[in-house]
């Protein structure tokens, strides 16, 4: 068996969307390579071929993520897709590293996914560095400790979306960990669903102000959960997207969820310091629990780093010893220097002070978890313990890392 290694072409999309709705169990639509057309460009798409078929591919979508409010060139990758028949043999492992060498190439230091598959992609660089807290309860329970002061909801539509960006910019432009999105993403991603061979709109509501100004919005569905006793269909709505301006816009979008009192459970993931809970006159009627972010993986450290806003403060530096099996190019001693709202990273022969694989540099630099955590696990070594606090200051963060978006 000779397996070929390439960027997929035009002509491969039909196959594509064959082998990636075979992969995962769906049933593709006549009318699927067309969108993919729409959404994707040949050259985000690594494939492995089998005498000229598609059996496994990789796709890796150029876009910024948000650090401290600054923009980072991120590729955020899926999906990762392989033919029953050929997993395990390493072709998915092989495409994962070939994206990464185009991913440097192409001034893209960070990459993103979503798996339940967490130890396969960590032999590749990627890990947990992002969270969300995930609510689930019955809309009919909630009663709120207080109420909005004036405005209502109007209904919004996929060509509308520049009317919701406007409003995401607003709440993300000093965040970090959320994505920039394009027409393509909002209309895709965030405002149709796809159900086998059918699509649909989603719901969107924006929140107008009494003065009339359009200060939040919700995207949401409904999901079949099976049947209720009596064989009366059962739904949960899944809030997809949330943004409030203020606190009126916060409180009258959860009055609108409230609305939904047929469906049997409501399911959001918030941002982790959301304090929804505490507005519930019986916060125990709402289950919390911690949820997934994406993995993150540090492509090319000396750009990440160089594009970071350093946050904290006076300055910082000091070395470390990084590992990295899949970017050679990341192996080495590294020196960081953070000062002026800036920071910097090169090769040095000097002693590191601490020492990691580039797995765990991932939420460190997110800000997802301070080195002293991950140091007390035995995840990093540390040769010097002043490093703890200086480290601490280079990769301080506006914000605890969050996005909304599924990739």
């Known amino acids: 068996m000779s397996i070929e290694y390439r960027l997929v072409t035009d002509a491969d999309y039909e196959q594509m969307v064959e082998m990636e709705s075979f992969a995962f169990y769906n049933r593709a639509s006549p009318d699927d390579a067309n969108i993919l057309r729409q959404m994707m460009r040949p050259e985000w798409t690594v494939a492995a071929f089998d005498d000229g078929k598609i059996i496994a591919d990789v796709r890796a979508i150029p876009m910024a993520r948000l650090m401290n409010g600054s923009k980072a060139p991120i590729a955020v990758v899926g999906p990762v897709a392989c033919q029953a028949a050929y997993r395990r043999q390493g072709h998915a492992g092989k495409l994962l590293k070939m994206s990464l060498e185009l991913m440097r190439?192409?001034?893209?230091?960070?990459?993103?996914?979503?798996?339940?598959?967490d130890a396969l992609y960590r032999r590749y660089g990627w890990e947990r560095a992002e969270g969300k807290k995930k609510y689930s309860f019955d809309p009919g329970d909630v009663r709120l400790r207080v109420r909005s002061d004036g405005g209502h909801t109007a209904v919004a539509k996929p060509d509308d979306w520049k009317r919701l960006d406007a409003l995401y910019r607003k709440q993300v432009a000093d965040k970090n960990g959320p994505l920039t999105r394009n027409d393509p993403w909002w209309r895709w991603n965030l405002l149709t669903t796809f159900e086998g061979d059918k699509r649909y709109d989603r719901d969107a509501v924006v929140w107008v102000n009494a003065a009339g100004?359009?200060?939040?919005?919700?995207?949401?569905?409904?999901?079949?959960?099976?049947?209720?006793?009596?064989?009366?269909?059962?739904?949960?709505?899944?809030?997809?997207?949330?943004?409030?301006?203020?606190?009126?816009?916060?409180?009258?979008?959860?009055?609108?969820?409230?609305?939904?009192?047929?469906?049997?459970?409501l399911v959001y993931s918030a941002h982790p310091d959301d304090v929804f809970q505490d507005l519930c006159e019986d916060p125990f009627v709402v289950k919390s629990e911690a949820d997934q972010g994406p993995m993150i993986r540090i492509v090319d450290i000396e750009r990440a780093i160089e594009m970071r806003p350093f946050v904290g403060t006076g300055s910082a530096s000091f070395t470390m010893a990084i590992t990295d099996t899949s970017a050679p190019w990341n192996e080495g001693t590294w020196r960081v220097e953070a000062g002026g709202g800036r920071m910097s990273a090169e090769k040095t022969d000097a002693e590191p002070d601490i020492e990691m694989s580039v797995n765990f540099l991932a939420p460190i630099y997110t800000g997802y978890r301070p080195l002293a955590q991950m140091a007390n696990a035995g995840m990093t070594t540390v040769r010097r313990p002043e490093v703890l606090a200086e480290v601490a200051n280079a990769f301080a963060v506006t914000d605890t890392p969050f996005t909304q978006d599924y990739y």
């Open 105 to 117: 190439e192409r001034g893209q230091p960070l990459s993103g996914l979503y798996t339940p598959h």
């Open 213 to 265: 100004e359009d200060t939040g919005y919700a995207i949401y569905l409904n999901r079949p959960t099976g049947t209720r006793e009596g064989g009366w269909p059962q739904q949960e709505i899944w809030i997809r997207d949330m943004v409030a301006l203020d606190n009126n816009a916060y409180i009258g979008l959860w009055e609108h969820m409230f609305t939904h009192d047929l469906a049997a459970n």
